[in-house]
């Protein structure tokens, strides 16, 4: 249960503001807000975290507890670190109107994001990695799903730059002592 909440409030909360929801919102405001479009973009979301669960189970068995729990504190390092990083989407010089091709743009830029490295992590660590794929899952459809009801201008004119970095300072602050506790020299 742990994996499921914390994939869930972790991959949606790394996406707010990511590569992945501000190039669907951009779409979005090209094409519309159309329901295949976040079909799309939640299919990608489970595609995503199920390759990234999948890849877990390839080393989980060999992975000691205290590994795995130093694997979530540099994930949660990693994920701080793309958090502070600022996010800018180049404007589309002609908009495409496919949907497998917005989609295999989503796709990419999901598999190599922070978001779905801490889903990997949890899912190495969790004795159910389902949980983690289920949690990863939402979250990641959440943060699409967001981008895609707001669009890229009103996403814009949320204040996401001092989240991010709020939220990163926060992931440094749970990294640290997630990464002191496996070394059992903390708490």
Same mark, same amino acid.
């Given at each position: 249960?742990?994996?499921?909440?914390?994939?869930?409030?972790?991959?949606?909360?790394?996406?707010?503001?990511?590569?992945?929801?501000?190039?669907?919102?951009?779409?979005?405001?090209?094409?519309?807000?159309?329901?295949?479009?976040?079909?799309?973009?939640?299919?990608?979301?489970?595609?995503?975290?199920?390759?990234?669960?999948?890849?877990?189970?390839?080393?989980?068995?060999?992975?000691?507890?205290?590994?795995?729990?130093? =694997?979530?504190?540099?994930?949660?390092?990693?994920?701080?670190?793309?958090?502070?990083?600022?996010?800018?989407?180049?404007?589309?010089?002609?908009?495409?109107?496919?949907?497998?091709?917005?989609?295999?743009?989503?796709?990419?830029?999901?598999?190599?994001?922070?978001?779905?490295?801490?889903?990997?992590?949890?899912?190495?660590?969790?004795?159910?990695?389902?949980?983690?794929?289920?949690?990863?899952?939402?979250?990641?459809?959440?943060?699409?799903?967001?981008?895609?009801?707001?669009?890229?201008?009103? =996403?814009?004119?949320?204040?996401?730059?001092?989240?991010?970095?709020?939220?990163?300072?926060? =992931?440094?602050?749970?990294?640290?002592?997630?990464?002191?506790?496996?070394?059992?020299?903390?708490?």
């Amino acid at each position: 249960m742990d994996s499921f909440l914390f994939c869930l409030i972790l991959t949606f909360a790394i996406a707010l503001g990511g590569k992945d929801q501000l190039i669907l919102a951009q779409f979005t405001d090209a094409i519309g807000r159309t329901y295949a479009l976040l079909a799309a973009a939640a299919l990608c979301a489970l595609i995503s975290a199920a390759v990234m669960v999948y890849s877990s189970g390839l080393i989980a068995g060999v992975m000691p507890p205290r590994a795995a729990h130093m =694997l979530v504190a540099f994930a949660l390092a990693i994920a701080a670190f793309e958090l502070f990083w600022p996010k800018q989407v180049k404007p589309m010089k002609e908009p495409t109107r496919s949907i497998i091709a917005i989609g295999a743009v989503v796709l990419a830029r999901q598999i190599g994001d922070a978001a779905r490295f801490v889903v990997f992590a949890f899912a190495v660590e969790a004795n159910y990695p389902v949980t983690a794929l289920i949690g990863g899952t939402l979250g990641g459809i959440a943060a699409v799903a967001l981008g895609w009801a707001l669009g890229l201008a009103r =996403l814009e004119k949320l204040p996401l730059r001092p989240i991010r970095i709020a939220m990163g300072l926060c =992931l440094i602050l749970a990294a640290v002592v997630i990464g002191l506790n496996a070394r059992y020299t903390f708490l």
